[in-house]
C-alpha cells in the first residue's frame, strides 16, 4: 500500500459495497474521495456543508473532527432517516486518523 492513501469501505444506497482508497496528501474530503471513484452522491452544494446530499452513516468506531455548527444545523434541518452517527462528508477531512472507516451512503426523506 502506498504510504499516502487510506482504504474506506463505502456502502452505497443498493447495499453494494465498495472498497476505494483516497490520498491524505491533495486535501481531500470524504465526499471528494467518493466522487473521485466514481461512486454517485449526490453532494447537490459541492461541499459546503449547505444541503445536507452528501450525508453518510459513520458504521465505524473512529475518532472524528468535531462537527461545525454549520454540519449540525444542516443535519437538524434535513429529513435524514437515521440521525444518530450521521456526518457530512463533505465535513469530513481525508487523514490517517480515518484509515479503515465504514461508511454507508445516507438517505433524505423527500428525495
Not at 3 to 13: A, C, P, V, Y
Not at 46 to 73: F, Q, R, W, Y
Given at each position: ?6 482504504s ?46 452528501c ?7 473512529h ?14 434541518e ?7 452517527g450521521?456526518?457530512l ?23
Amino acid at each position: 500500500m502506498v504510504k499516502n492513501l487510506i482504504s474506506i469501505k463505502l456502502t452505497d444506497l443498493e447495499g453494494q459495497v465498495h472498497n476505494i482508497e483516497a490520498p491524505t496528501d491533495m486535501g481531500f474530503n470524504l465526499m471528494d474521495a467518493i466522487r473521485a471513484n466514481e461512486i454517485q452522491i449526490k453532494a447537490t452544494c459541492g461541499g459546503m456543508a449547505m444541503c445536507a446530499t452528501c450525508n453518510v452513516l459513520i458504521k465505524s468506531d473512529h475518532s472524528l473532527p468535531e462537527m461545525s455548527g454549520a454540519e449540525e444545523d444542516m443535519l437538524d434541518e434535513a429529513f435524514v432517516l437515521e440521525v444518530e452517527g450521521s456526518r457530512l462528508a463533505c465535513q469530513i477531512p481525508i487523514s490517517t486518523a480515518i484509515d479503515g472507516i465504514e461508511v454507508e451512503l445516507g438517505e433524505l426523506t423527500g428525495e
